[in-house]
């Protein structure tokens, strides 16, 4: 019998390939065996943090990392807004897909140059991308270009690696181009009788690209 995947072998990713191949096999499982059986909080908590600090005018959004649109779907059952997913797996994108929440999705890596414009996109949305090895905070720079001055972004950072993976001293270089950023720290599950679940805290991050 096939083992099922776990959070432990998502922590243990090391390069974009490795995201490839892990998610390809994941992604059928992935609603039911991870995100409802583990009671995944952060796609909610996200998108009840950009519900909070968003304009009309932040739009399209571009979910970073979109999975299988858990995010997406959340945000569009609120506020039917065009929503554009970015994600490296393309077995993921097919669930997201099927959630029909999408006006596109995009298969790319974003630790890359992102196929898309200058200042096309009015808002970055981001839950469980920014972790252990999956996205570090180099990703930034690509994301402020590809968003218009004054873009709302909400992101959801793994805290053992806010400091480890160089997140806090990215905001610090990068002070001057966007707003003074909120921070709020949050479990990334419920109540969990997993002891790896309960011990991973997540601190949304929300700012704005200065104009």
């Known amino acids: 019998v096939e083992k099922k995947i776990k959070l432990d072998d998502a922590y243990s990713l090391k390069t974009p390939e490795d995201s ?9 499982t992935y609603d039911k065996d991870f995100a409802f059986n583990s009671d995944y909080l952060s796609p909610q908590k996200i998108s009840n943090f950009f519900i909070k600090h968003s304009k009309i005018t932040d739009t399209p959004i571009l979910d970073v990392g979109a999975g299988t649109g858990l995010v997406g779907e959340i945000l569009n059952i609120k506020n039917k807004k065009e929503i554009i997913g970015i994600d490296i797996s393309s077995e993921m994108l097919h669930q997201a ?25 009015g ?22 270009r590809i968003t218009r001055p004054g873009g709302l972004f909400v992101l959801s ?5 806010f400091v480890k993976a160089g997140f806090k001293e990215k905001f610090s270089k990068i002070k001057n181009i966007i707003s003074s950023p909120i921070f709020k720290k949050f479990s990334a599950h419920g109540k969990n009788t997993n002891k790896t679940y309960n011990e991973v805290k997540i601190i949304a991050c929300i700012f704005r690209k200065k104009l």
Not at 157 to 161: L, Y
């Open 97 to 121: 897909k099927l959630k029909k929440c999408y006006s596109s999705l995009i298969k790319a890596d974003i630790t890359k140059k992102i196929p898309l414009k200058e200042s096309s996109i």
């Open 20 to 28: 490839i191949k892990l998610y390809k096999k994941w992604a059928e």
């Open 157 to 161: 950072i793994n805290s053992k690696f």
């Open 123 to 144: 808002a970055i949305v981001s839950a469980g991308t920014f972790t252990h090895g999956h996205v570090g905070p180099s990703a930034f720079d690509e994301l402020l």
